[in-house]
């Protein structure tokens, strides 16, 4: 049985590419340039690369650059428009629970949900750290964007006193405190006009959690930022008001 993100991401190619969070990339690549210091030599490995967004950027300012994903459909949509431009990108399908590139990495990326948080496990969340980790060479650096943990636990508590609800949880409101984890319901209709109803599952993280698993995967160096859509910066403080962080990890 298919989990809820492998539907969803079933031919949704085209719709994919529509999408509003999908307009910021130029702003995004612009900071993961920053931090990789411009150096054009740089391998960099795009984990969860959809439909190449981030990939074909990079591709056109000059870096080499490896995408995988898990839906091929996705990926066949990426090199058909890596093909168009006649940019080389190696483009995989791949589950991010499963992969190696054995230090061959100077800079791994995995930006909005790319895998990582999306997965039914916690333990399965942290293989994608590690594959990322075994994958980068010494000093490299993982970016990374997920779900703040702080925005639906400051809601909720919010809530939580307002109506006095002993279960710890507002009315209608799916966000588990326990788990740590929103369960929802997402209607959708795909490339070729099929209607889907996915109860979805997805994991929010503390920043705490974050720096603890980086820790844990071995990175000696973590760095959480504030995350705005196609606005990259270091001094973006990370805030309850922040629906996702941006993640900074050094090998």
């Known amino acids: 049985m298919k989990q809820w993100y492998e539907e969803l991401f079933q031919d949704f190619a085209d719709k994919y590419d529509r999408e509003i969070f999908t307009s910021g990339t130029a702003g995004e690549v612009d900071f993961i340039e920053k931090e990789a210091g411009f150096s054009r030599d740089f391998h960099i490995l795009d984990i969860g690369c959809g439909t190449g967004r981030h990939s074909l950027e990079l591709a056109r300012r000059g870096y080499n650059v490896t995408g995988i994903d898990l839906s091929a459909s996705m990926i066949a949509k990426a090199k058909a428009l890596a093909k168009q431009e006649n940019l080389e990108i190696e483009f995989l399908v791949r589950d991010a629970r499963d992969f190696n590139f054995n230090e061959s990495i100077d800079l791994a990326i995995m930006i909005c949900e790319g895998a990582f948080p999306l997965m039914e496990s916690d333990e399965m969340n942290f293989s994608i750290l590690n594959n990322a980790f075994s994958s ?4 490299g650096k993982f970016i990374f964007t997920t779900l703040n943990g702080l925005f639906p636990l400051f809601n909720s508590v919010k809530e939580f006193i307002k109506k006095g609800e002993s279960q710890g949880q507002s009315s209608g409101n799916t966000f588990d405190l326990m788990t740590f984890r929103d369960h929802s319901v997402y209607e959708t209709e795909d490339d070729l006009g099929n209607k889907k109803i996915l109860n979805c599952n997805e994991r929010y993280y503390v920043p705490s959690e974050i720096t603890w698993l980086l820790k844990s995967a071995g990175f000696r160096k973590s760095e959480i930022f504030g995350c705005k859509l196609g606005a ?13 962080m941006l993640v900074v990890a050094e090998k």
């Open 136 to 139: 980068l060479k010494p000093g």
């Open 232 to 244: 990259f910066n270091r001094n973006d403080i990370l805030s309850t008001d922040d629906f996702e």
